[in-house]
Each structure stands twice: as C-alpha cells, then as structure tokens.
C-alpha cells in the first residue's frame, strides 16, 4: 500500500477507505479483511468473476460434488459492476 495516495472519507451513515497499490505492485485483489480488533478480522472478497463462480459454486453443490454435477452446474459471466449494481449473465 502507498500512504499518501490512501485516503479516508467518514460520513452519518457511511465510510470510505480508498487504498493505493505500492508501484511494484501488481494484479487484482481477491480480498480483504476489517475489523476493530485485528484479533477479530472479518474477511471480504472483490467482485470478480472468480470470486462469484466459487462462490455461487459453493451455494449450489456445498459437499464434494461428482464430475455429474460440476460439468451441469451454470457458466457465470461477470457483464458489469458499478458502484450500484452487479450485471453477470448465467448460462
């Protein structure tokens, strides 16, 4: 993380953290975690359409599942995300 290009932004209801990767850094991030205590994280994944098929992965066949029933389980596409709304196309 670069300190300078982070930044903080607390309102009533909500609050903002904007974090800046280090220049050496690259690729997306998968997660993060928060909390008051770091004793007591609590772990958040992105959006990404990785994180969504093995997400929607585990919803749909939680136990060890057959090689049936991963080849019948849905193609999940992320379309869009906004600040809003997620668009993703399941097939």
Request: proline share 7%.
């Amino acid at each position: 993380l670069v300190s300078p290009e982070s930044s903080v932004s607390v309102s009533a209801h909500n609050a903002v953290v904007g974090l800046a990767k280090a220049p050496g850094s690259s690729g997306l991030w998968d997660k993060f975690s928060f909390g008051l205590d770091p004793s007591a994280l609590q772990e958040r994944l992105f959006v990404s359409e990785e994180n969504i098929d093995g997400f929607l992965g585990t919803a749909f066949c939680p136990s060890p599942c057959s090689q049936s029933a991963l080849e019948s389980q849905p193609l999940i596409e992320v379309l869009d995300v906004t600040e809003d709304r997620i668009q993703i196309r399941v097939e």
